[in-house]
């Protein structure tokens, strides 16, 4: 079914080209179901309402940076790693993001910590909210370097934005007098305004002692541990059951 020229030029003149692929089948349908005008109406602008939402979406999950497309569906439950899932259900509900609190994935590498942040920023894009992903360590040096290049008050006020910061693999390194301070100024600044995701190979209790000052490190984990939902995970590598299988001489046919 051809569609009028004169439709074409108009819906691509108020930038609704995108109907018109599917226009002809939905000019059909009308006709079956014998729609009035105003129902036929409905249905193209509800087409279009839905495929903006999607390139919205995909437009936020991309701008999140995550490095993994992921929901928590993906996750293997029968994995041999071990958290509280009661908490951790309670955490995807995302209430700790309308209480501005906080939640911490602490456990040895490679039992899902990223993967499970991932999924809950994910899930938060998805509920509308704003989520920013990125290594702890790539954050800091970022920092570091809008002072050098005098842009820090612009770069950090992007980070102040957020509904979610998750902050990935934090405390693999002690940090810096000046890492202390940025770290210190950011968690300060979004504390009751915005919520952090963090994931750690250490205890909470091991934080401190990476602080160049622990007077600056004391004041900022007592506002970010005690808003904190801590899940702890246990157990054998989670990331080493989704890497690929590889076969041995023995095994080759």
């Keep these: 079914m051809n569609v009028d020229p004169d439709l074409t030029r108009l819906l691509k003149r108020l930038k609704l080209g995108p109907l018109l692929p599917t226009l002809p089948e939905r000019l059909a349908l009308a006709r079956a179901q014998q729609l009035d005008y105003v129902a036929f109406l409905t249905l193209l602008l509800a087409d279009e309402v839905q495929r903006r939402d999607q390139q919205a979406l995909e437009r936020h999950l991309l701008q999140a940076g995550f490095e993994d497309r992921v929901t928590l569906d993906g996750f ?71 002072r050098a290049d005098r842009s820090y008050d612009k770069v950090f ?32 600044e979004r504390h009751r305004h915005a919520s952090f995701c963090i994931t750690s190979n250490r205890s909470v209790d091991e934080w401190l002692g990476l602080f160049d000052d622990p007077i600056l490190g004391n004041s900022a984990l007592d506002r970010l541990a005690n808003a904190a939902h801590q899940i702890v995970i246990e157990g054998p590598s989670y990331r080493a059951k989704l890497a690929p299988k590889h076969r041995t001489v023995d095994d080759q046919p």
């Excluded at 993967?115 to 040096?141: N, P």
């Excluded at 910061?165 to 202390?180: E, K, V, W, Y």
């Design 157 to 188: 006020r992007r980070y102040l934005a957020p509904d979610l910061i998750i902050l990935d693999d934090f405390g693999l390194r002690r940090l810096t007098a000046q890492q202390s301070n940025d770290l210190y100024e950011l968690i300060i």
């Design 76 to 146: 293997d439950w029968n994995s041999p790693v071990q958290l509280d899932r009661r908490q951790l259900q309670q955490v995807f509900t995302l209430e700790f993001l309308a209480r501005k609190e906080h939640t911490v994935f602490v456990g040895p590498v490679g039992v899902g910590k990223t993967l499970l942040a991932q999924c809950l920023g994910s899930t938060a894009v998805r509920a509308g909210h704003s989520v920013v992903f990125i290594r702890a360590d790539a954050l800091l040096a970022e920092l570091g370097q809008a």
